[in-house]
């Protein structure tokens, strides 16, 4: 069964510093992985994807995220950190060869960027 | 505005009513999820659509809900005879095709008194 796991409940980061907010996976064939951010009273949006190809994927608002298969990992990364980044993100993964259609999500990491 | 769209986007409704909400999908999306979400958890899968068909409902879904999705375009959530337990965000997504990834709307906040 597909599942993914943020270890963080919440990252604190200093504005211009590097953020990184973590996620982890598992699933029985090859997912397709993504990143999604919460504002207040708001759904979630959608940052960036990973489907196949090149390990670093870029999306929206600077940020990136890492896969790394050996570890199962799909890590939010941006390398200077904004006041409004301040919000819940939500790693999310799909499998590709189960059957299933849903997308699984984390319980998110809530992000707190200090001026 | 071009996005998923969800009505309402308050409910209030006394214990034991029944509750209906929209979601009207982006137009050329053929792929429709419903999801809840409770306070500090993420999204979690109640069902989803491909066109017309309903293709995959959770197990955790209660027989209290249903979903229709009658033409392929909008769907409705129904929950009769609520609980206090189904308080929650209820989000409606769509997608064009698995790897896209789903867009969601603004979600219809759903608080049983």
């Known amino acids: 069964a597909q599942s993914v796991a943020q270890p963080e409940d919440q990252v604190n980061v200093a504005e211009g510093n590097p953020l990184t907010v973590k996620c982890t996976y598992s699933?029985?064939?090859?997912?397709?992985l993504f990143w999604y951010v919460q504002y207040p009273n708001r759904g979630l949006q959608f940052l960036l994807k990973?489907?196949?190809?090149?390990?670093l994927v870029k999306g929206s608002y600077g940020f990136e995220a890492e896969f790394n298969k050996s570890q199962t990992s799909f890590h939010l990364k941006k390398p200077s950190a904004l006041v409004s980044d301040s919000a819940l993100y939500f790693c999310?993964?799909?499998?590709?060869?189960?059957?299933?259609?849903?997308?699984?999500f984390g319980t998110g990491t809530r992000l707190k960027v200090l001026a | 505005d071009t996005g998923v769209s969800q009505n309402p986007r308050h409910k209030i409704t006394k214990r034991g009513q029944n509750v209906t909400f929209r979601c009207d999908p982006i137009s050329e999306h053929n792929r429709l999820y419903w999801y809840r979400q409770t306070l500090g958890q993420g999204p979690e899968f109640l069902t989803y659509?491909?066109?017309?068909?309903?293709?995959?409902k959770s197990r955790l879904l209660s027989d209290r809900f249903s979903a229709e999705r009658p033409k392929g375009s909008f769907s409705t959530l129904e929950i009769q005879r609520t609980e206090q337990g189904d308080s929650a965000m209820y989000l409606c997504?769509?997608?064009?095709?698995?790897?896209?990834?789903?867009?969601f709307g603004q979600g219809t906040r759903l608080t049983v008194v």
């Open positions: 699933v029985s064939g090859n997912p397709y």
């Open positions: 999310a993964v799909r499998e590709t060869t189960s059957g299933t259609y849903k997308y699984i």
């Open positions: 997504a769509s997608s064009i095709s698995p790897g896209d990834g789903a867009f």
């Open positions: 659509f491909q066109n017309e068909a309903q293709l995959e």
């Open positions: 990973y489907i196949t190809g090149d390990n």
